[in-house]
């Protein structure tokens, strides 16, 4: 059989399968979408599973026959995308039955975002024109996903593209949901092989090459014709990985052993004067709000002008009845003091508070899986600070660094990122290595430099463009030295501009198509 008739008897055979056909044909090209994440970066499993997902809603009979097949495909992706969120309820065992809900609801949950975008496709006829409503809605509901519900923006499908340095600088213009829609279109497009009687027409191919060629050609430009990041050469720092197990974080019995692995780590020789030395998330095994002896250990580390970041639980203790607790990051001088304190704005869900405390609580028994039964509270949103002889930055705890308009205060645009985390709760999964992808793109949109210290990994400096200068992969112990690169000079199209431009061009294609084929 021809390539042609193969690939067109193949189309019309998933478009016309029946219902639990359809549904395995959907989830299994769902989890073979998901491949293209990090850390695989299968790009080219896009080019199958895409297509085959248009197929499907060319041979869906209604609307809701393609939300159907929308949803399965969206399941199978964010199964295989996100199945590290249930190793973090394997830490304690009070948490395992909700395992099942974890593995199985958050998908089946996020998945209906996919759903929607695909329901809409029966508006368009088949063809170009409904492949490019359909990138249109997965763009624009992605950017729901991030927005609705305190927002959830994991696995833009344009993190595939992350473990290319030219490929992500096209966010420095259209941001990762612009590149989402380059990377659907452009993928699903090759389902147009299966349309007509020529398969060699090299019309059916111009959507692909223009999408890819848009993704790859200005980032190489703006990185061959760029001058490269420069460096503070008076500023020399400090990047701490402990790679503390979760299991034995928190346990009294390690503290003192948690607190000599990280100073034996910040005191060993440098090449030169350390300024900054970075402690991950909750790093500190002790309150160090409250303990002054206990500072005057950790400023003890630093030279005389220098400053030590790090994570630390934050109380306040006037009353029982009135305890909060912070997440938060501290700037510690040589002398013990806390110079700076930021707590950490957007809390994690489950994680370190509980939506709907008063039923879930009450009626479910659910808590938070971090240590403690109060609820941290939320700090005041993104700030840039300032310490002495250290250009500003704005720092973000965890996930934080996912959010792309919530990085930084840009009325106050800092001069470098920092994030510290702990995703010691994953283990050795994709969910770390998704992480630190999605706070590379965060340099690469704003221009801005990032310093990441992660418990257990993935810790790293990244220069405004996107490129790793060093990095300690995960579950490994050590530091990382290097001078504090500079940011752009200027600012990126997209910290102006945003999302919005984009966003506006997606719903005016959703709503011209929608309208004219109604």
Not at 193 to 199: E, H, M, R, S, V
Not at 403 to 417: E, I, T, Y
Not at 450 to 472: H, Y
Request: hydrophobic letters at 50%; a positive charge.
């Amino acid at each position: 059989m021809k390539l042609k008739n193969w690939i067109f008897v193949l189309s019309l055979k998933v478009g016309k399968a029946s219902s639990w056909c359809r549904s395995s044909i959907a989830i299994s090209a769902g989890i073979l979408s998901a491949c293209a994440l990090p850390p695989l970066h299968l790009i080219p499993a896009l080019f199958i599973s895409f297509p085959f997902l248009i197929w499907l809603v060319d041979g869906a009979s209604s609307c809701r026959r393609a939300f159907l097949d929308g949803w399965w495909f969206g399941l199978g992706h964010f199964l295989a995308g996100l199945y590290w969120i249930t190793l973090s309820l394997t830490i304690d065992q009070n948490f395992f039955w909700l395992i099942p809900f974890s593995f199985l609801g958050i998908p089946a949950v996020i998945a209906i975002y996919i759903a929607c975008a695909t329901a809409f496709l029966r508006f368009a006829p088949k063809g170009l024109v409904r492949i490019a409503l359909f990138a249109a809605s997965w763009a624009f509901f992605e950017w729901l996903r991030g927005v609705l519900f305190t927002g959830f923006p994991w696995n833009g499908i344009g993190l595939v593209w992350a473990d290319s340095e030219s490929a992500i600088q096209i966010v420095s213009y259209i941001g990762l949901i612009g590149l989402g829609f380059l990377t659907v279109f452009g993928a699903s497009s090759l389902a147009t092989l299966a349309y007509g009687k020529i398969f060699f027409s090299f019309v059916k191919f111009i959507p692909f090459v223009i999408c890819l060629s848009v993704v790859l050609i200005p980032g190489y430009v703006r990185l061959a014709f760029t001058e490269n990041a420069g460096f503070h050469k008076d500023i020399y720092l400090r990047v701490v990985q402990p790679n503390i197990p979760q299991n034995i974080k928190w346990s009294r019995s390690h503290r003192m052993k948690h607190l000599s692995t990280l100073l034996e780590l910040s005191r060993r020789p440098s090449e030169a004067p350390l300024i900054i030395t970075v402690w991950p998330e909750t790093a500190s095994p002790f309150v160090v709000s409250l303990s002054k002896p206990y500072r005057k250990v950790l400023g003890g580390v630093m030279s005389e002008n220098g400053f030590l970041l790090t994570g630390s639980i934050r109380l306040r203790t006037d009353g029982i009845q009135n305890l909060q607790i912070w997440n938060s990051l501290h700037a510690i001088s040589s002398k013990g003091r806390v110079i700076m304190t930021y707590d950490k704005h957007h809390l994690v869900p489950f994680g370190e508070f509980v939506p709907f405390s008063g039923f879930l609580r009450k009626h479910l028994g659910i808590k938070k899986l971090t240590t403690g039964r109060t609820d941290f509270s939320a700090g005041n949103g993104p700030k840039s600070f300032i310490l002495p002889k250290i250009p500003s930055f704005s720092p973000s705890i965890c996930y934080e660094i996912i959010f792309s308009n919530q990085v930084a205060n840009l009325r106050d645009r800092p001069k470098w990122f920092l994030n510290i985390t702990n995703d010691a709760w994953f283990g050795n999964s994709s969910g770390p290595y998704q992480h630190f992808a999605m706070a590379r793109m965060r340099a690469v949109e704003q221009g801005i430099p990032l310093v990441r210290a992660a418990n257990t990994g993935i810790s790293a400096i990244v220069d405004p463009f996107g490129r790793i200068m060093k990095f300690i992969s995960l579950e490994k112990k050590g530091i990382i030295d290097f001078y504090l690169p500079k940011p752009i000079e200027g600012a990126t199209f997209y910290s102006k501009i945003g999302d919005w431009p984009i966003l506006v061009f997606m719903f005016i294609i959703v709503a011209a198509l929608v309208l004219r084929f109604r």
